[in-house]
């Protein structure tokens, strides 16, 4: 079964421009997370989808926004970039049934981007 | 305030040794609490997960222990190899009634093995 898959691995882009990521869960999977990485803030949630709607959401600006496909794929957009966006994105799947329960989570590489 | 607080912040040892991580969580309710490990540049992979109920769970050479009393889980990597150089992260889940879970992620103990 393939993992989960995000693209691009890496983009840069400029301070005002937006970009787009996707993100395509292992199959079956249809709840997706999205999070920003960075070094001195660790992992932070950015929001969730399950069946095209978004159940959860972090304590980002509304720049940042999301949705779900209804084949569970999804793409995350964030608009006039920032310097302080340059972070990993990163996604994850969770798989219906008991492990939905539990939280179980499984995290595709990530996307790099770095903004100048 | 729910928080994860790993120990310590970075670590280096030498291929062989053991180690262990810390992890002291303030997280309520409590649903279960996993340990990621997490190479440079790539995604987290779930090591271990463990209920309330569960006090130890291991996979290969790691080993995860929970108190769920004192609010504490430590990972032990025996016989630490040049591949187990990563981030460890430490990760408590909140199950909530509506079917969703919400994650508390520590920031991370990054380990180096050197040769």
């Known amino acids: 079964k393939a993992g989960v898959t995000q693209t691009p691995r890496y983009l840069i882009k400029t301070r005002g421009q937006q970009v787009t990521l996707s993100c395509s869960p292992i199959?079956?999977?249809?709840?997706v997370s999205w999070y920003q990485q960075t070094p001195g803030q660790g992992l932070q949630f950015l929001f969730e989808?399950?069946?095209?709607?978004?159940?959860n959401k972090g304590n980002f600006p509304g720049r940042f926004s999301g949705r779900q496909f209804s084949n569970s794929r999804s793409e995350m957009n964030v608009s006039t970039l920032e310097l302080g966006d340059s972070a990993l994105y990163l996604c994850?799947?969770?798989?219906?049934?008991?492990?939905?329960?539990?939280?179980?989570?499984?995290f595709g590489p990530g996307t790099r981007l770095t903004v100048l | 305030k729910n928080q994860v607080e790993q120990s310590p912040q970075s670590l280096i040892i030498l291929e062989g040794k053991n180690c262990t991580l810390q992890?002291?969580?303030?997280?309520?309710?409590?649903?279960?609490l996993r340990w990621y490990k997490q190479d440079t540049g790539r995604g987290p992979v779930s090591l271990t997960i463990?209920?309330?109920?569960?006090n130890t769970k291991s996979n290969g050479r790691y080993t995860a222990t929970l108190d769920a009393d004192t609010k504490q889980s430590s990972l032990h990597i025996t016989a630490s190899q040049l591949s187990d150089s990563a981030s460890y992260i430490c990760?408590?889940?909140?199950?909530?009634?509506?079917?969703?879970?919400?994650?508390?992620f520590g920031a991370g103990t990054r380990l180096a093995v050197h040769p």
């Open positions: 989808y399950f069946s095209e709607t978004q159940r």
């Open positions: 199959s079956g999977h249809r709840s």
């Open positions: 994850a799947s969770s798989p219906p049934g008991r492990d939905r329960v539990i939280g179980e989570q499984f």
């Open positions: 992890c002291n969580y303030t997280v309520s309710p409590f649903s279960n």
């Open positions: 463990m209920t309330f109920s569960e």
């Open positions: 990760v408590v889940s909140q199950f909530f009634s509506g079917g969703y879970n919400k994650l508390i």
